[in-house]
Every structure is written in structure tokens, then in C-alpha cells.
């Protein structure tokens, strides 16, 4: 890469990082340090607000690198995680918005926590919280890695290593000195500009094809390698019956994940009414939405205009798909307008980068303060210490963080992304629908529920060829995998709502059926809402 495109894109990463740093520092000098400020921002967005802030939010570097890489290598199978990042967000409008707003206050433990003995509830809660949260995490990570390996020229190690490092100090920055409302305000700014540049990406592509879908699609099959198998299923999914049921694992764990995700669930807090809530859905879905069809547009224009075969040489999993694209819309390498539009893609990736990582940051953050911390202890945490808490597992979560990013650095980003997606539904959707929709639901079925759906799906995570046993794994060296697909939704998730199921029909706890009642009151009505 050009020192041209290094200087550019390294201007617009610092003078997003000094826009962001500026707000987190006019916020930590407004607050007043309770923890409703630093876990929900005082509750005062609205609706619009919280629509970007949560499109921002979920708009994550597997999306924008991740997906439209997969779409670029593999054609019409990379498109299922669009479908299913989408479809997903119709779980959470109709299942999930504004019955979490009318009975959580800070996480998802204080949903279940609402009719059941507290402190096994919240231990179980929050660990799986931040399980997720980390998986997620290491996501961003690589694809911070892979974006700014591309950018220095795709030779340096150090420096994917230096900025998987410096994402991960920015993103504690962010959360500890401004909170929630430092952070909404940071995932606002990046929603506009991610929208603003794939929308920009996407016009180009079309105009580059004179508006022609099917003349787009045809040259991305011809520029493949692999003719018009590129257009149907079964490239990546479909060689037997193994890669097939990876296929339907990953296919749940994307529609179901979405409603057991940490940092989304606590974006529901933000806002002053569950109403409120679900119009904040509403935007986000129509944002959302949006986005992704752009991202098949530009895995098809990626495939049309670089090839597979580049895509793959620049970046074996994919991720620079479309900041190459950026570069050939522009002009080619050397132009003036390559290096421009290359240098805006990549920065505006970056802020997205940064953006999603302080929101999950915060999230794990908080469950750990909010659920473990006020759990373990004897006396119930005070507000002012239990912030403070927070701030220090941001640290420990951000070096957790960095350190498995490093790991697992030559992985794709929306592949990862499709893990912390069937952990979330395997461990935290079975015990909130529970919460939310069964009366007899006991404390043993909750605790039950979170276990047992978290830890078959680590554990099959770590025996599958994810981690070892293919040329792709974490360790291609070494061969310990016992569980033949890659995604272990179509297992986990199944065992997550039996072992609850187990759970509540052998417990000798008889069900509190007058809290379930004021719980279902609160849930559907919003009296007594926090």
C-alpha cells in the first residue's frame, strides 16, 4: 500500500479517535457517577437516538468486513449471514424489547433475577454474559488486525499486534471514563458514517454496472473461478451431510443469538419507556435491514470487480473484500481516488471497530459488577463501588480481550461472530424466555438452563475443527476435535432449553406463582418498571 493511503487513512483513524475521545471526556465531566448513569446513561435517549446507537451497535466489523468477505469468497452461501443477522431482529421486536425494558433495570440477570432466589441467578447470568461478551470481542479484534494489516501493507505482525492492542486500550477508555452515555454517543456518530460510506460503496457498485443486477452477479460468477455454482447453495455448506448441518446450526444461532446478546439487551435500558423500547427496535430494524442488502451488493461487487482468487491472497478468511473493493471503485491503486475512498472505507471500518467494542465492553463490564461483584459479596454493593468495579473489569475484559484476539487473528470475522451468537442462544435465550413466559419456572431451572446450555456450547467449540484438526483452526498443527461441525447452535441450544426444562420439573422449590403474576404485569404493562 501507498504511503499515501497510510497517511490519509491514518489522519481520518485519528481524527475519528479524537472526536470520540473528545466526547468521552465532555461526558465524564457531566455525570454524576450513580450507576443508572454509567449503565443506562440516566435513561435519556430517545427513540431515534437509541435506533442509531443500537444499529451501531450491532453493525459490527463482521458485518462490514466479515459478511461481505464470505459473500466475495463463497457466493450465495455467505449470504445466509445476512439473512440471519436481519431475520434475528424480528425475535427481539416481538419476543424480547419491551418485556426485558419493563423488568430488567441494568442486565439481563435482573429479568430472571425478578421472580427467582437472586444471588445463583445472577452469578449464573453473568457469567454467560461475559462468555459471550469476550467471544464477541475477539471478533472485533481480528478484524481491527486484518484492517489495519491491510492497510501498512500486509506484512507487519507487530503492527496487527500493536493495534489489537491499542483497540482494545481505547475501548477501556471509552467505558470507564464515560459510561453508557459516552458510548451511545460514539456508536451514534458510527452508525451515520457507516451508513453514509456503504451506501456511497454500494451506489458505486451499481453505477459501475449501469444499474444491471444481473450483469453484477453473472461477472461476480464468471471472476469466481467457480461459474454459476457460485450463485447457488452448497459452496461453502453443501458437500455432505456434515457441512449441511453446520449449515442449519449456524442458521439458528444467528436468529436466535441476537435476543441473548449482552450488550443489545442493555441498550433497552436507555431509554425512558418500554414504548420507547420498541420504537428503538423499529429504527434499528429499518437500518439494519438497509445495511445488510447493501453488504450482498458489495460481496457481489467485490467478486465482480477484484475476484475471489485477490480477495483470498490479500486475506485467506476474506476480511479486505471491501476496503479492496473502496480502492478499485475509486480509481485502481496508485489514483487519487483509490487512496480517498480507501483510506474513508478503512477509517470508517475502524470506527466501527472501536464503536462495538466499548458497547460490549460496557455490557460485560456491567455484569460483572452489577451480578457478580453485588452477588459475591455479603452486603449488597454500594452504587458508588459497584461503578468502580465496572471500570476495573473493563481493564481485565479489554486484556482478555487483546490476548485472544491475538490468538485467533487468521479467522474470519462473521465466523466468529456466528459462535458468540450460538453461546448467547444456547445460555441467555432459553432462561429469559423462560423468565418471561413460564409460570411454574424455577431458581434450579434458571441456574440449569444457563449451564446448560453455556457450557456443552464451549465445550464443543473447544473440541471442534474451530479449534483444531483443519488447516483453518486455531491450532492447524495439533488434531484433538471430536465434534465434526464448526457452529454447535444445532446441539447447544436444544440442551439449554432441556436442562431448564429438567432443572424446573425436579426442583422441590414450588414456583412462586404470585411473582410470576406481578412479573407478567410489569412485563406487559410496564407498572412498576424501573
Request: with cysteine.
Amino acid at each position: 500500500m501507498t504511503g499515501d493511503h497510510q497517511t490519509l487513512a491514518l489522519l481520518l483513524f485519528s481524527a475519528f479517535i479524537a472526536v470520540t475521545l473528545g466526547i468521552t471526556t465532555w461526558v465524564s465531566r457531566n455525570r454524576h457517577g450513580s450507576a443508572e448513569e454509567f449503565y443506562a446513561g440516566g435513561r435519556l435517549f430517545s427513540p431515534l437516538e437509541n435506533g442509531f446507537a443500537i444499529a451501531g451497535d450491532y453493525m459490527s466489523a463482521a458485518s462490514f468486513l466479515g459478511i461481505s468477505g464470505l459473500i466475495a469468497l463463497y457466493g450465495y452461501d455467505g449470504m445466509l449471514y445476512s439473512v440471519g443477522f436481519l431475520v434475528a431482529w424480528l425475535v427481539v421486536l416481538l419476543l424480547v424489547a419491551e418485556l426485558v425494558r419493563n423488568c430488567g433495570r441494568f442486565t439481563l440477570a435482573d429479568v430472571v433475577a425478578a421472580r427467582m432466589a437472586e444471588r445463583p441467578v445472577r452469578i449464573a447470568a453473568g457469567t454467560s454474559s461475559v462468555a459471550v461478551s469476550v467471544l464477541y470481542l475477539v471478533a472485533q479484534m481480528v478484524g481491527a488486525g486484518s484492517l489495519v494489516a491491510l492497510l501498512l501493507g500486509g506484512t507487519s505482525e507487530a503492527a496487527r499486534s500493536w493495534t489489537v492492542i491499542g483497540v482494545g486500550a481505547l475501548m477501556v477508555i471509552y467505558v470507564s471514563m464515560g459510561g453508557m452515555r459516552a458510548t451511545t454517543w460514539i456508536q451514534i456518530v458510527k452508525a451515520v458514517l457507516l451508513m453514509a460510506g456503504t451506501i456511497a460503496l454500494t451506489v458505486l457498485v451499481l453505477l459501475r454496472f449501469h444499474g444491471d443486477v444481473n450483469n453484477l452477479l453473472s461477472t461476480a460468477a464468471e471472476r469466481s473461478g467457480h461459474g454459476l455454482g457460485f450463485l447457488a447453495p452448497g459452496l461453502r455448506y453443501g458437500g455432505d451431510w456434515t457441512a449441511r448441518l453446520d449449515f442449519i446450526s449456524l442458521g439458528i444461532a444467528l436468529v436466535l443469538g441476537t435476543a441473548g446478546l449482552p450488550h443489545i439487551l442493555a441498550r433497552f435500558y436507555t431509554v425512558p419507556t418500554a414504548r420507547a423500547a420498541r420504537r428503538s427496535v423499529v429504527w434499528a430494524i429499518g437500518l439494519i435491514g438497509s445495511f445488510y442488502l447493501m453488504t450482498i451488493v458489495l460481496g457481489f461487487g467485490a467478486a465482480a470487480l477484484i475476484g475471489s482468487d485477490e480477495v483470498r491472497a490479500s486475506n485467506a478468511s476474506g476480511n479486505t473484500a471491501v476496503p479492496l473493493l473502496a480502492l478499485e471503485l475509486g480509481g485502481g491503486a496508485g489514483s487519487t481516488g483509490g487512496t480517498v475512498l480507501f483510506a474513508i472505507v478503512a477509517a470508517v471500518a475502524f470506527a466501527t471497530i472501536l464503536a462495538v467494542v466499548a458497547g460490549i465492553t460496557l455490557a460485560s463490564s456491567a455484569s460483572v459488577a452489577h451480578d457478580l461483584y453485588a452477588s459475591l459479596r455479603r452486603q449488597h454493593a454500594k452504587q458508588y463501588s459497584e461503578v468502580t468495579v465496572a471500570r476495573i473489569a473493563a481493564a481485565v475484559i479489554g486484556a482478555a480481550a487483546i490476548g485472544l484476539g491475538l490468538l485467533a487473528r487468521d479467522l474470519n470475522v462473521a465466523f466468529l461472530v456466528g459462535l458468540a451468537f450460538a453461546v448467547a442462544a444456547s445460555a441467555n435465550l432459553p432462561v429469559l424466555l423462560y423468565s418471561l413466559f413460564w409460570r411454574r419456572f424455577t431458581t434450579r431451572g434458571a441456574v440449569w438452563s444457563v449451564y446448560g446450555g453455556l457450557i456443552p456450547a464451549v465445550l464443543l467449540v473447544l473440541v471442534s475443527p474451530v479449534v483444531s484438526g483443519s488447516p483453518d483452526a486455531l491450532f492447524p498443527g495439533v488434531d484433538f476435535h471430536l465434534f465434526p461441525l464448526q457452529n454447535p447452535g444445532v446441539v447447544s441450544i436444544p440442551l439449554g432449553f432441556l436442562a431448564g426444562w429438567i432443572g424446573t420439573v425436579t426442583s422441590t422449590e414450588p414456583p412462586d406463582e404470585a411473582r410470576h403474576a406481578e412479573t407478567e404485569v410489569r412485563a406487559l404493562t410496564g407498572a412498576g418498571a424501573v
